[in-house]
C-alpha cells in the first residue's frame, strides 16, 4: 500500500469554509495539493456573505505549511463557478480535482415549498455544480487529468420528510456525476458522488446525541481516496459517515418479460408485480447502452 499524496494537484473545494469541505481542504493541503478554498460565507439558508470563513481556513492550512488561496465566489451563478475556477488558474496555473460540497438548506413540507426555496436550491446544489465543474472539466480534458467528487445526500437518494427542493437539487448531482464519469473516461477524468453524515452547521440540531460519533473527519478519508491520482474508480455513489462506508447503486432487475412482441394488459402487470420488483440477481448498468443491451438480450432470447 502506497501513501496517498497529490504532488502539488490543485484541487477546488467548494463550500471549504466550515463543516465537510473545511476538512476536505485541510487534509488535501497536508498531502501536498494546493487548494482554492472556496466559500460564500453566509448563513445556513443562503443568506448573507462573508470572507472570513474561507479566510481561516486558509490562514489554517497555510499555518500547517501547506499551500491555499480564499475564493468567495457564489457557486450559483455561472460567472461565479467561472470565477473560482479561474482563481485556480490564477494562483496555481490549473485544476486538477473538484469536490463540490457547498450547501444550503430551506426545509419546508412539499406543499409549503415557495418556487423561491426550490430554485435557491437547485441553484447551489445543482447548478452551483454544473456552474464549477465545466469549465475545470474543460481544463482537465486538455491535460488529461482530473478527479471530481459530489456532494449528493440520503435525503435525494432515499427521501426525507421535508426537504422536497433539497432532494431534488441533491439526486441530480449523481445524473450529472454519471454523465462526467462517462464523458471523462477517455482523459482520466473521474467522477463520483458521496452521500455524506456528519455533525456541522446544517445537521448538529437534527443528529441529537448521536453528533458527536459524526465527525466531518470520519467522511473525508473517502473523498480524499477517490481525489487521489492513482484512483481509477468512477461512476460510483457512497454513504459515508461515522467510520463507516458503504457503496449506493442504483440496479435493474431481471423483471419480467411478456414475450417477444405480446401486447401485454395492466392486469399482466397485476399478476406479475412481484416478478418485476424482485431484486434478486439485478445489474448495476454502467450506462444507458448498457441497459438497452441488456432489454435486446431478453428480446433476442
Ligand atoms: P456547512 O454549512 O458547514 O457547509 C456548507 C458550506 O457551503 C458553508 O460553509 C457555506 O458557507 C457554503 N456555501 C453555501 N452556499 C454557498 C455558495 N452559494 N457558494 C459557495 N459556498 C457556499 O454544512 P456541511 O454539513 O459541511 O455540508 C457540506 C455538504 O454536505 C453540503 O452540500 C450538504 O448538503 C452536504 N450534506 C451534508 C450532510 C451532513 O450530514 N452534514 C448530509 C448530506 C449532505
Redesign the pocket.
Known sequence: MTDIVYGGKVAIV?????????CHALTLAERGARVVV???????D?SGSGSS?ADQVVKEIIAAGGEAVANY????TSD?GEAIVQSAIDAFGGVDIVI??????RDKSFAKIEPADFDILI???LR?AFHVSQPAFKVMKANGFGRFVH?????GLFGNFGQGN?AAA?TGLVGLSNVIAIEGAKANITSNVI?????????EDL?GPIADA?Q?ELVTPLVAYLVSPDCQLTHEIFSV?GGRIARVFLGLTPGWFAGKGNQYTPEDVQANIEQIRDTADFVIPGSVMEETMALMQVLNG
Do not use: E
Open positions: 467548494t463550500g471549504a469554509g466550515g463543516g465537510l469541505g473545511r472556496n466559500d460564500l460565507g453566509g448563513n445556513a443562503g470563513m465566489d457564489s457557486v450559483s461565479g463540490n460540497n457547498a450547501g444550503i438548506l441553484d447551489v446544489h452551483g456532494t449528493t445526500s440520503a435525503a433539497y441533491k452521500a455524506p453524515i456528519a455533525k456541522s452547521r446544517l445537521t443528529l459524526l466531518p459517515g
